[in-house]
Nanobody
């Protein structure tokens, strides 16, 4: 079993950067694909980015491509989301998730463990 805890959210201005972290427990972190999702008020949860078990394969939502970078450090059991050039529409609760599937996926139903989320607010 894996438990994941997000951190690094906050209030920033448009154009600023933030780095989210997702710390995982359990001995098999390197076996899991990992993903980031977000949910804005009044909207459904949406896919942001995912990374496979090795970190060599990544996918991004079109809305964040070129601005966000996902990465992972299996030795530290931690995944990251570097968010640059933040926009007000990036405001949401960001969730970390782990999937038994070793490959990348953008489908929430493919993820087995979820964190509690961290709030990101982009506002001037």
């Amino acid at each position: 079993q894996v438990q994941v805890v997000e951190s690094g959210g906050g209030l920033v201005q448009p154009g600023d950067s933030l780095r989210l972290s997702c710390a995982a427990s359990g001995r098999t972190f390197s076996s899991y694909a990992m993903g980031w999702f977000r949910q804005a008020p009044g909207k459904e949860r949406e896919f942001v980015s995912a990374i496979n078990w090795s970190g060599r394969s990544t996918i991004y939502a079109d809305s964040v491509k070129g601005r966000f970078t996902i990465s992972r450090d299996n030795a530290k059991k931690t995944m990251y989301l570097q968010m640059n050039s933040l926009k007000p529409e990036d405001t949401a609760v960001y969730y970390c998730a782990a999937s038994y599937s070793p490959g990348t996926t953008d489908r929430p139903s493919q993820y087995d463990y979820w964190g509690q989320g961290t709030q990101v607010t982009v506002s001037s």
